[in-house]
């Protein structure tokens, strides 16, 4: 029934742009529109999305819809298969701006020696922003994001996060911005990584609620009308356990290809400093997808 709950949150956010079947990736570092496609990333959640659109007090209405997918598969020896995939809606009308994304990640595998495949990658994220510029530098915005990952042992994990963005660079093809603000996270955990905890002899609750401050740095550079870059840095602190902190790094290349295809190939890291027991202090994912932007 937990997971039910879990999945029925994802799939509203997913309704405010167009249903998509989603196995696959931690998507972009930015709901921001351009000519090439946008990249992808793995975290959803209070990372990566949470760049801010353009600001540009002359700015015409705008209205983006972008889907993406990739994969790899292997046989023989060893059998693996990952699936990724996201669907990406942007809005923008004078200096309101509202964006939502989902992203998924799937992948099975079988080594040398073992009798049948399992399941390595899962999860589900998805997430909705609205963006209020105040003046050309400076935007106010509030989002929220859940997410289902398996492998990090949470069921479902809901973010909550208001803040300010300022853009120190703003130039058409050229720009670097940074954001401040609060995040309130709350993670309903998995049965197993409960039993990790209790047998590590330090049980967790079911669930638990953080008050978390929160830095990110954004800098993209479009180096032609047919390539670009885009990366970004975030810091997590929680409020009142200095030990808990998180730290998010994405990169990411796109390139067009013919008309509205793109491929891009992404990088990111993500290290918590406390993970629950059992789970590792850092992941990283790599994937390159197409992507086809459908308005």
């Not at 509030?142 to 853009?167: H, I, K, Q």
């Not at 356990?241 to 290349?253: F, V």
Request: aromatic share 10%.
């Amino acid at each position: 029934m937990t997971r039910f709950r879990c999945l029925s949150f994802i799939s509203l956010v997913a309704l405010s742009f167009v249903p998509v079947v989603a196995h696959a990736q931690d998507e972009p570092k930015s709901l921001l529109s351009g000519k090439t496609a946008t990249k992808g990333s793995e975290d959803v959640a209070t990372t990566g999305f949470e760049a801010a659109a353009k600001a540009d007090d002359a700015v015409a209405d705008q209205l983006e819809l972008k889907i993406s997918a990739g994969g790899m598969g292997t046989g023989g020896n060893a059998e693996s298969l990952a699936l990724t995939s996201s669907s990406k809606l942007h809005y923008r009308h004078e200096q309101n701006q509202l964006s939502s994304a989902l992203v998924g990640n799937y992948g099975r595998a079988r080594s040398a020696g073992s009798a049948s495949t399992q399941t390595n990658v899962e999860n589900l994220q998805g997430k909705i922003r609205y963006d209020r510029f105040i003046t050309k530098r400076v935007a106010l915005f509030v989002g929220v994001s859940g997410l289902t990952n398996r492998f990090l042992g949470l069921d479902f994990r809901l973010n909550l996060d208001p803040g300010l963005a300022y853009y120190f660079v703003e130039e058409a093809k050229h720009r670097a911005w940074g954001e401040i603000g609060y995040d309130l996270q709350y993670d309903l955990r998995r049965d197993d990584a409960i039993a990790a905890s209790i047998a590590s002899g330090a049980p967790l609750s079911k669930s638990d609620l953080s008050h978390n401050g929160r830095l990110f740095f954004g800098y993209e550079n479009s180096l032609s009308d047919t390539f670009a870059l885009d990366t970004g840095l975030e810091y997590l602190q929680r409020l009142s356990k200095t030990e808990d902190w998180r730290l998010n790094w994405d990169l990411g290349l796109t390139s067009n290809i013919a008309g509205n295809l793109s491929i891009a190939t992404t990088f990111n890291v993500r290290f918590d400093h406390n993970p629950l027991p059992g789970i590792k202090k850092t992941d990283y994912m790599s994937a390159v997808s197409l992507v086809y932007q459908l308005l």
